[in-house]
């Protein structure tokens, strides 16, 4: 990560688009209140993990039940009105 600046909240709130110019040319923003830091500004990094591509969980010891997409009609059985 490069340089680190730090900024009161009202900075902030003044110079916010300034400050994003900075986190995009890589540095980090600490943003005080009071001379105490409260928060981070920086840059936005996706998730490392991906999700896995159809199939690819096989053999991880995850499986599906072969009925898990029949119709599940009764389990809301329950939530009707009894009949007089």
Known sequence: MGAK??????????RFS?????????????????????ARLSAYAPPARKIAAPGGMEGKGYWIAADFD??????????????P
Do not use: M, Y
Not at 18 to 38: C, D, N, Y
């Open 5 to 14: 600046s730090s900024v009161n909240v009202h900075d902030a709130k003044t």
């Open 18 to 38: 300034k400050l994003l110019e900075q986190v995009q040319r890589g540095r980090e923003v600490i943003i005080a209140k009071a001379g105490r830091p409260v």
């Open 70 to 83: 029949e119709p599940v009609d009764e389990v809301f059985d329950v939530l009707r009105e009894p009949r």
